[in-house]
């Protein structure tokens, strides 16, 4: 059973381009939570979706953030108009759907520069 | 916000038990704790979780004080691999427990020595 992966792994962007941000979780979960870690920092909550559904959104960026996740297909995080604050590592969580307490696994994160 | 106080940072030497505490004194009766490291920027990764019984798995063993208020965590054999930045989180149990978001603190730093 693969982990939760990431993609791409590093990513480089031009002031004002768009990132993408993919994540697969493990099979079997249809939770996924996205969190972003500035350097030297924490890892700070960003969102929380099912599948088609956005739960909790209260850690994202009012402005040029946004996420889904599918029906089919992964999870995407997408911020449009990037500037250099946007640089960061940006992990994914996914959990399965069960009504017991149960562990979130992490993927290896995305590390996005932007120049 | 983080409801655990843990210490910033602690030395242990390799081979030795490696305990970590944390705080959570305002921790509710619905609410597990977890523990989770993240080696050099990798990805966090889960070690244990438990709600009030002590817990142990392959990679360490979790103490839960009677009145929950607060935990140890212990990594029995500490080798140089275990040097990371290990979180301490609680998160409430029950029916909508799979959505819930887990809040990170600052951690402990944890420097492995030989």
């Known amino acids: 059973n693969a982990g939760v992966m990431q993609n791409p792994r590093h990513l480089v962007r031009r002031r004002g381009q768009e990132a993408r941000l993919r994540c697969s979780p493990m099979k079997g979960h249809s939770h996924v939570y996205w969190y972003r870690q500035l350097p030297e920092e924490g890892l700070k909550f960003m969102v929380y979706l099912q599948k088609e559904n956005i739960i909790d959104e209260s850690g994202m960026p009012k402005e040029r953030f946004s996420a889904e996740f599918p029906k089919e297909g992964p999870s995407i995080l997408r911020i449009q108009q990037v500037v250099r604050g946007d640089s960061a590592a940006y992990f994914c969580?996914?959990?399965?759907?069960?009504?017991?307490?149960?562990?979130?696994?992490f993927g290896q994160g995305t590390r996005l520069t932007v120049v | 916000d983080a409801k655990t106080t843990q210490p910033p940072s602690m030395d242990c030497a390799e081979g030795r038990a490696a305990n970590l505490p944390c705080n959570h004194s305002?921790?509710?009766?619905?609410?597990?704790v977890y523990w989770y490291r993240q080696i050099h920027s990798q990805g966090p990764q889960y070690i244990i979780h438990g709600l009030k019984n002590n817990e142990t798995n392959e990679m360490a063993s979790l103490i839960i004080t009677e009145d929950r208020k607060s935990s140890t965590l212990i990594l029995p054999h500490a080798t140089l691999r275990d040097t990371a930045v290990y979180y301490c989180?609680?998160?409430?149990?029950?029916?909508?427990?799979?959505?819930?978001?887990?809040?990170f603190g600052g951690g402990t730093r944890v420097l492995v020595k030989p």
């Open positions: 969580a996914s959990s399965p759907p069960m009504v017991q307490n149960t562990e979130a696994f």
């Open positions: 305002t921790i509710s009766g619905n609410e597990y």
């Open positions: 989180i609680v998160r409430p149990a029950g029916i909508k427990a799979a959505g819930n978001k887990l809040t």
